[in-house]
């Protein structure tokens, strides 16, 4: 592996300042030098240094994606995605894997599996370095309660059917299954506490008693396990930061209570509200028979205006807001997740510098690599992407693939920018 010296590039590094021009030095896996153009002396040339000329590109850290599902097949339905046969799906997987990284996305946290082993295995292969893809926290299925969101059993075929979600009931069997995801080696344990419309169970209902909560909770951090969940109603975005669940995933319906107990436990938690999901379900989706008056009449419409009014106000207090959320659905296909940050500016009131940060800045502690990832800082890993364009002017040239010149991900080029210079005598930092 060469190292690689980008220099003439518009560095935004991730700590909130405008950009400047200057020289990034890489060497193995991490930035080794980060220079200002004009400032201080000039270092020593390095040997064997490939010089990539950046022409004034913009160069950012690689950004985070904190909701993410492999396994969600593009289709329209749970069943589509479950009923995926498992030689199939773990190929899907490995071919998603690899579009995240294409898009920018060097770091992915899992959000649910469709089956048991199926994050788990494609984290340890892009470790090993058998596929492509991001950086990856896996997760298990979801849990859920029977008849809850995920449980989709049907009672005439033989039981336990294979479902979406892991079917628990009471403390003993919630604390089996936890117990069963740690066996497989998942990251994190992702617990479905409220409703989802489109399964025929109310966002604002809660499915789970709080006892079951607590022995998922303790049983997942006992074996040393994140603790994830899918809460759109209030009592369950209450239950998060009582019970200290980290990552809430929605967090639609909010009073002040629910408010004032996020903004006091803002630094334990993260927030990604699947902003593409709501909207495209509401809006976009009439290809699939969801045509704004069904998903108005399943309630989307309602969640998505109370969202809106959420995130703005968390937005307001300070609590992180991360892009990410159920994309990997036929009306949010894998690969669009940029959208989130336009969303961002669009709904949420974020400014463009704001949704950069929610990728990259906010996104190395969702990764629990807030010490080495998310910042193009001296000491951290080489994750970057080259941009041809300003995403800080226009935040939608990061939907654009052909904007996104190159993508390094620990310090190796997926994506090589199109023009190079292997001469190695010029490091002019
Ligand atoms: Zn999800």
């Not at 690899?98 to 494609?122: F, H, N, Q």
């Not at 969202?307 to 968390?314: D, G, K, P, Y």
Request: hydrophobic residues 40%; glycine residues 10%; proline residues 5%.
């Amino acid at each position: 592996m060469a190292d690689v010296m980008f220099t003439n590039v518009r560095i935004f590094d991730g700590g909130g300042e405008a950009p400047f021009t200057g020289d990034v030095l890489v060497q193995g896996n991490r930035i080794s030098r980060v220079v200002r153009q004009g400032y201080g002396a000039r270092a020593a040339p390095v040997g064997g240094v490939q010089v990539i000329d950046g022409a004034g590109a913009f160069l950012m850290p690689g950004m985070v994606e904190a909701h993410t599902h492999f396994s969600w097949n593009d289709q329209p339905s749970l069943d589509a995605i479950q009923r995926m046969p498992p030689e199939e799906h773990i190929l899907w997987c490995a071919e998603v894997a690899e579009r995240y990284l294409d898009m920018g996305w060097t770091s992915c946290v899992g959000a649910a599996a469709a089956k048991p082993r199926l994050d788990v295995v494609i984290r340890n292969a892009i470790n090993d370095g058998t596929i492509v893809g991001p950086r990856y926290l896996a997760a298990g299925q979801e849990i859920t309660v029977p008849g809850g969101l995920g449980d989709t059993t049907r009672p005439h075929l033989p039981q336990p059917e294979f479902a979406f979600g892991a079917v628990v009931s009471g403390s003993e069997e919630m604390r089996r299954c936890v117990r069963m995801m740690a066996k497989y080696g998942v990251d994190s344990v992702k617990i479905n506490l409220s409703g989802e419309s489109i399964t025929g169970m109310a966002s604002e209902m809660s499915q789970f008693t709080e006892d079951e909560i607590t022995t998922c909770v303790q049983e997942a951090k006992a074996w040393g396990k994140r603790v994830a969940a899918h809460a759109r109603s209030t009592w369950s975005i209450k239950q998060c930061v009582k019970q200290g669940i980290e990552v809430i995933y929605h967090a639609s319906f909010t009073d002040t209570e629910a408010l004032d107990l996020l903004e006091a436990h803002k630094t334990e938690h993260f927030i990604a509200p699947g902003l593409a999901w709501l909207i495209n379900t509401s809006h976009h989706a009439s290809e699939w028979g969801l045509t704004p008056e069904v998903t108005r009449k399943m309630g989307y419409h309602r969640e998505l205006d109370a969202a809106i009014e959420s995130m703005r106000a968390l937005r307001r207090r300070g609590v992180r807001i991360l892009p990410g959320g159920d994309y990997g659905f036929a009306w949010t296909p894998h690969g669009t997740n940029a959208k989130d940050l336009e969303y961002f500016v669009k709904y949420v009131g974020m400014s463009n510098m704001e949704a950069l940060l929610s990728a990259t800045a906010w996104g190395g502690p969702m990764m629990r690599m807030g010490k080495v990832l998310g910042y193009i800082r001296e000491g951290y890993l080489a994750d970057i992407l080259l941009i041809d364009g300003d995403p800080l002017a226009d935040i939608t040239v990061l939907q654009d693939k052909s904007r996104i010149m190159a993508v390094m991900k620990d310090g190796e080029f997926h994506r090589a920018p199109p023009v190079r210079s292997s001469r190695t005598t010029r490091w002019a930092a």
